[in-house]
């Protein structure tokens, strides 16, 4: 039997019965449907996360003061208290050959004032390199200017929202504002892009380390971000952060080292995961579309007994029979597959279009996985209702009805 | 053509042997017309089905042109009943969703014969059974000899040496049983070998050669003398 010919039988078997037939590739199209939906979610959500942390910095690496870890040795009440991470630590640090460049951060929140306005917000202290490090962008102005790190300097650049607070529609460039008990000039202002992990650049002030340091009356800082000269080279800055640590911190590297490398692939890990496991929830659905086709199948076996009988007489052999019937099942779970890829797909373009921050696309693996489960779903549970027909007595399946 | 030694065919109904065909011993020769008679439940449908290799022989041989065929396989089967014979049933069995023409078309698709060969031969058929104009109906929409003539030119478009006919009148009135018996005299006339089980006398009179069951044994074997004079 040619394969065509197989198919037209099979096609026109359905035809005949196309109220069951059109409900059971409904389940299948809505299995389909929801994995690459589900997928389309997951796979969106990745790349948001991925997208921002890719936005943070290049090979970006982040020191952090103290040591995450569990001593066993002492009670943790006789521990050493960790040492703070200094502004000459963060200098000692840009000397690495593995290290391009180091921006400082120290922390704190003080009243800012202009005029008679004031509003409490997050001072952060660093240097001129921080825009380059931390891929910051200007609305207007310039930002810190370049200067040696430990030396203070009446300069501020506002995040977007300060500014706008403090100066309504003026330009803030050039006026002078007060934050705790001393007197800044605006410099520069944010563009209203901007995160920076855990703080929302729109509300800060950006001053000289040093000033911010004589502001707090602190030496220690809230972090260092130290961006290295490749991505190759981010294991040697790594090991070179250690060892400059533990030669100022008496033998000790106190400090927690992250980098952007290994948080951005335990995110990516995490919710390359968490797609496939929705996706995978979404294919029992298809499993459960396999024993509806299973089903049907069956009822279309018991229903067409005659015709199989009459089939066998004229000479088909079982093997044709199978052949037909797993035809049958195959056209129903892939042209349910095919309404479901195109709901699918629209359904993750309307979400898409409804969250625009969100880029709802199903991952490349997602539409040729979907529609190889339906396809093997049906055939899988297409095989005994085909092979109950196959083998189905011609005599008894001619003369049932007698 | 067909040689039967005590074939035999015992079904098993509740336990107890019900001895459908005993010893049956039978030849017949290409080209014969044999009627099958009898009451219901003498083994004559249970005979059709062994010579149509859709049911099984208990013990005994059937040789088929030479060949011992009784107990082939399934798929060599389904070959010598797709190339040597043609089955026509009291019911028709006509696929319902088919038109006249796809199911006398249906043995040619099975075969795999190409396209246009199959509409070359689809239309032949229909015409020299006088169906041409009924090609595009199902058989919802045909009447009982229709239904049948379509029967028929689908068991003889690929061609069988053999005929098989299970009451082809049994679902017919008179007279559209006679155009049907008409149609099968020329078949046989034609050079085919034709065995119908039969309750009708008009077939039976009109047969080569009648044979008479009884109990599941063959009780008489009479041939038509060759001046056509009554038994």
Same mark, same amino acid.
């Given at each position: 039997?040619?394969?065509? =010919? ?26 389909v449907a929801a994995v690459i939906v589900l997928t389309a979610l997951g796979e969106g959500a990745r790349r948001f996360v991925v997208g921002e ?35 000459? =630590? ?34 952060? @202290? #660093? ?22 790190? $430990? ?12 500014? $706008? ?37 729109? =509300? ?45 911190? $008496? ?20 919710l390359?995961?968490l797609t496939?496991?929705v996706g995978?929830?979404a294919?029992? #659905? ?54 479901g890829v195109v709901v699918g797909e629209l359904g993750a373009r309307a979400i898409e279009r409804a969250y625009p921050l969100l880029p709802v696309r199903p991952p490349a693996?997602a539409v040729?996985?979907a529609?190889?489960?339906?396809? @093997? ?15 189905? $007595? ?9 | ?36 008679? &009898? ?25 088929? &042109?030479?060949?011992?065929? &009784? ?43 190409? /396209? ?43 061609? /069988? ?71």
């Open positions: 039997m040619r394969p065509a =010919d197989v198919a037209a039988h099979a096609l026109g078997s359905l035809r005949g019965a196309r109220l069951r037939a059109v409900l059971t590739l409904l389940a299948m199209a809505i299995g942390f890719a936005a943070l910095g290049t090979n970006l690496i982040i020191v952090l003061p103290g040591r995450a870890e569990t001593v066993g040795t002492a009670p943790p009440l006789l521990g050493e208290i960790p040492r703070d991470l200094t502004l000459d =630590d963060a200098i000692a640090l840009a000397r690495s050959p593995a290290i391009r460049r180091i921006a400082p951060l120290a922390l704190g929140a003080a009243p800012v004032a202009r005029g008679g306005l004031e509003r409490e917000v997050m001072i952060l @202290g #660093s240097t001129a390199e921080m825009l380059e490090l931390q891929h910051l962008e200007l609305r207007s102005g310039k930002f810190l200017p370049p200067t040696a790190p $430990d030396v203070p300097s009446p300069v501020a650049v506002l995040g977007a929202t300060v500014a $706008d607070e403090l100066f309504g529609g003026e330009s803030p460039l050039g006026q002078w504002i007060r934050v705790g008990e001393r007197r800044f000039r605006v410099v520069g202002v944010l563009a209203s892009r901007g995160r920076s992990i855990g703080f929302d650049l729109h =509300d800060v002030v950006v001053v000289p380390v040093a000033s911010a340091q004589a502001l707090f009356n602190s030496f220690s800082l809230f972090r260092v971000g130290v961006e290295a000269t490749s991505r190759e080279s981010i294991p040697r800055a790594v090991r070179a952060i250690r060892e400059t640590i533990r030669r100022r911190h $008496d033998g000790e590297d106190d400090v927690t080292v992250i980098t952007q490398d290994a948080v951005l692939s335990t995110f990516d890990t995490i390359r995961a496939l496991a995978g929830i294919a029992i #659905s298809l499993i459960v579309a396999g024993v509806l086709v299973m089903n049907v199948m069956l009822v279309s076996v018991a229903e067409r007994t005659d015709e199989i009988g009459l089939l066998k007489a004229l000479g088909a052999p079982p093997r044709q029979i199978l052949a037909l019937f797993l035809a049958e099942a195959a056209a129903l779970a892939l042209a349910g597959a095919l309404v693996w040729p996985a529609v190889a489960t339906a396809l @093997g779903a049906g055939l899988l549970f297409g095989i005994l209702p085909a092979r109950r027909a196959a083998r189905l $007595d011609p005599l008894r399946a001619l003369t049932h009805d007698r | 053509m067909i040689r039967l030694d005590a074939l035999s065919r015992v079904f098993l109904a509740g336990g107890q042997a019900v001895h459908a065909l005993r010893e049956a011993t039978l030849a017949i020769e290409r080209g014969d017309f044999v009627a099958v008679v &009898g009451p219901s439940g003498s083994g004559k449908s249970t005979l059709l089905h062994l010579l149509g290799l859709l049911d099984r022989p208990t013990s005994g041989s059937y040789r088929l &042109g030479g060949q011992d065929v &009784g107990r082939l396989g399934e798929p060599a089967q389904a070959r010598l009943r797709r190339e040597k014979i043609g089955f026509v049933f009291q019911s028709f069995h006509l696929v319902p969703r088919m038109t006249a023409a796809q199911n006398v078309e249906l043995p040619l698709v099975l075969a795999g014969t190409p /396209p246009a060969e199959r509409r070359r031969r689809v239309a032949a058929a229909l015409d020299s059974f006088r169906l041409t104009e009924r090609a595009g109906h199902r058989p919802g929409e045909l009447s009982g000899g229709q239904r049948q003539r379509v029967a028929i030119a689908r068991s003889t478009i690929l061609g /069988p040496e053999l005929l098989l006919a299970d009451e082809p009148t049994g679902n017919l009135d008179r007279e559209t049983g006679l155009e049907v018996l008409a149609l099968l005299e020329r078949l046989w006339r034609d050079g085919l070998t034709l065995v119908v089980v039969t309750h009708n006398s008009e077939i039976a009179e009109r047969a080569a050669r009648r044979i008479r069951m009884l109990d599941g044994r063959i009780v008489a074997d009479e041939r038509r003398d060759e001046s056509g004079a009554p038994r």
